[in-house]
């Protein structure tokens, strides 16, 4: 019976110990390297991708560089008619829009743009005028906008015909401007629209459009409109002007 006492005795002791341990653990501060370590996320590890400065980046789809345009088809059918010349393609007025071979729904979109010259007596939208549709349907302005009364929201930069642009940042025509824009695609369920579409513009590095929701298609006479449709080519304006394109890459988001 004394052995069994002592024995149940010992082991309040070591349990108390043990508790007493634990809690002073507990209750020690956690060093700072500790503490970060609570917030740190190892996966996913992001996959790399070189972007040597003027060149697109390494996981882009160069769709205008200085070869044919073998990545673009006419609107109508057959190959794309417009000039190509010392890196840029030109519109070859009458030929129709060109639209790319590959469809595609989130993106980010780098090109450069030039506006001619313009010729006497052009003024508004006929100031060498020309667009890129996003799936076809959703258009951001190209124009010749220096200096040039037009509506706002018709004017370089805009989404045509639905969101004027926070500033006018275009150069001089003649002068290369450059687009960046980062467009994420409408979602639909079935025919019904579950989540708009969204663009954000630089133009010549300076925001005008900033994750700007898209109401719809972008109509020259009526409403904006959502039909349902999936990933699309990107398509660009023949609007009568000899506007020129270069440097246009495609990364798919």
């Not at 060093?31 to 970060?36: G, I, K, L, S, V």
């Not at 313009?118 to 906008?145: A, H, K, T």
């Not at 150069?171 to 969204?198: C, N």
């Not at 904006?224 to 660009?236: F, I």
């Amino acid at each position: 019976m004394k052995t069994t006492k002592i024995a149940s005795l010992a082991s309040l002791v070591a349990l108390a110990a043990y508790c007493s341990s634990a809690l002073t653990a507990a209750e020690k501060p956690l060093e700072p390297w500790q503490q970060a370590e609570k917030t740190e996320v190892w996966e996913p590890v992001p996959a790399v991708v070189t972007a040597k400065a003027g060149t697109p980046p390494s996981d882009a789809i160069v769709l205008i560089g200085d070869g044919p345009l073998s990545q673009w088809d006419g609107l109508k059918g057959g190959a794309a008619a417009w000039t190509i010349g010392k890196g840029k393609i030109t519109v070859k007025p009458g030929t129709g829009d060109i639209k790319t071979k590959q469809s595609f729904c989130d993106i980010q979109l780098h090109f450069e743009w030039q506006a001619p010259i313009p010729e006497e007596g052009m003024q508004g939208q006929q100031r060498n005028n020309s667009g890129i549709f996003f799936q076809q349907r959703y258009e951001v302005q190209v124009l010749d906008s220096f200096e040039n009364l037009t509506y706002p929201n018709g004017q370089a930069g805009s989404v045509y015909k639905q969101s004027i642009p926070l500033v006018n940042a275009t150069r001089p025509p003649g002068e290369w401007q450059t687009y960046d824009i980062i467009y994420k695609a409408p979602r639909f369920e079935g025919v019904s629209l579950s989540s708009p579409g969204f663009v954000t513009v630089l133009h010549n590095g300076v925001l005008v459009q900033n994750h700007t929701e898209i109401q719809g298609t972008t109509e020259w006479i009526g409403a904006p409109k959502y039909e349902a449709h999936g990933c699309a080519p990107l398509q660009l304006q023949d609007h009568g002007n000899l506007v020129s394109f270069r440097n246009m890459w495609v990364r798919e988001l």
